[in-house]
């Protein structure tokens, strides 16, 4: 397997995501346009026209997958699954431990998506992908733009269109608590685990912890992120910690404490898992088979440990503790006091 990349349509192995101290740099990603309900931006939500391309084993894909899930949007909205393990040509598909592979195309490989949206592209080759199957192209790959589409933009098609994680009135509390958990928490574990120096390793781990350490301590007031109902900021930190004790306690090094070690986020963690129609989306074989056996650099051996063995399923005893109103000004607070 090689992190690699496509530079002018052409597949390289080359891999700069990290500086000259040995810090992780995530690059950004580069298709953001937008599909809505009436088509002004060009891409109109219609049953049947769009694709998703997922890895199970990826946080950031996972979360489409989830919020598909959620809103009912199986039969409106096609699926590809990649194999866990990434290759010497990055994500591949296959029909491997239930991956799904494309059936649009054919392809073998998601960078032959990446190229057949736009020949001559440089960039990372990265999940989750939103494709049209009208124009042939890529809408969007970047994460949390795709979950809120998902959560609106498609309604008139969804088995639970009154399902709503991206409430009007919440959005900006709402984005406030995504910026604050992303650098954190969900960029940082990768920062902690792709850390090439002492030093960029001492800082994201610090960070990490005491990221962890705030919200344990949000959570043990509120039953959610924003108050006491589920918002796209806990499925943006859902997927992290579904992954924390699996693959990043061991893998990343991060390794100060486990998620079990946290009440209030362990057991915030199997409130989520337990919602309907998120376990069957959640795979720990994927999760374990990407990690372990898919980055040789941090696990030259290949080896996939059998542990740890965690029960997402055990009763999380998680209520609606203070009045919504309250919840809100806390959490709105606690962003603060994190900024």
Not at 181 to 188: L, S, T
Not at 219 to 225: V, W
Not at 231 to 254: E, M, P, Q, V
């Amino acid at each position: 397997m090689a992190l690699g990349r496509l530079i002018d349509g052409n597949w390289t192995t080359e891999w700069t995501e990290r500086d000259e101290s040995g810090q992780f740099k995530r690059m950004p990603t580069l298709f953001h346009n937008w599909v809505t309900a009436d088509g002004t931006s060009g891409f109109k939500a219609e049953p049947g026209r769009y694709h998703l391309y997922v890895s199970l084993g990826c946080p950031w894909a996972h979360r489409t997958v989830l919020l598909r899930s959620l809103k009912g949007l199986q039969g409106a909205i096609g699926l590809s699954i990649v194999d866990p393990v990434i290759s010497d040509q990055g994500w591949k598909f296959s029909e491997r431990l239930g991956s799904i592979p494309d059936r649009l195309y054919g392809a073998e490989y998601l960078w032959q998506l990446y190229t057949r949206a736009r020949a001559d592209y440089t960039g990372r080759v990265t999940v989750p992908v939103l494709w049209d199957t009208q124009t042939q192209t890529i809408v969007n790959n970047e994460s949390r733009q795709i979950i809120q589409m998902l959560n609106s933009a498609f309604n008139t098609f969804a088995e639970f269109p009154d399902r709503d994680f991206y409430p009007e009135a919440w959005r900006p509390q709402v984005d406030a608590v995504m910026d604050a958990i992303y650098q954190p928490i969900n960029n940082g574990v990768y920062r902690t685990g792709f850390a090439a120096s002492q030093a960029a390793y001492n800082g994201a781990v610090t960070e990490l912890f005491e990221a962890l350490d705030h919200w344990e301590e949000v959570l043990s007031q509120q039953r959610y992120l924003v108050g006491d109902q589920i918002t796209l900021a806990d499925w943006c930190l859902f997927t992290t910690l579904f992954r924390f004790d699996l693959a990043y306690y061991g893998l990343f090094k991060t390794n100060l404490k486990r998620l079990v070690d946290y009440p209030n986020l362990w057991a915030y963690c199997r409130d989520l898992y337990q919602q309907p129609g998120v376990a069957e989306w959640c795979s720990i074989e994927h999760v374990k088979q990407l990690y372990y056996a898919g980055l040789p650099e941090l696990n030259p051996s290949g080896i996939v440990p059998a542990g740890p063995n965690i029960d997402y399923g055990l009763p999380h005893d998680r209520v609606g503790g203070a009045s919504l109103k309250e919840n809100r000004q806390f959490a709105a607070d606690s962003v603060a006091q994190a900024a």
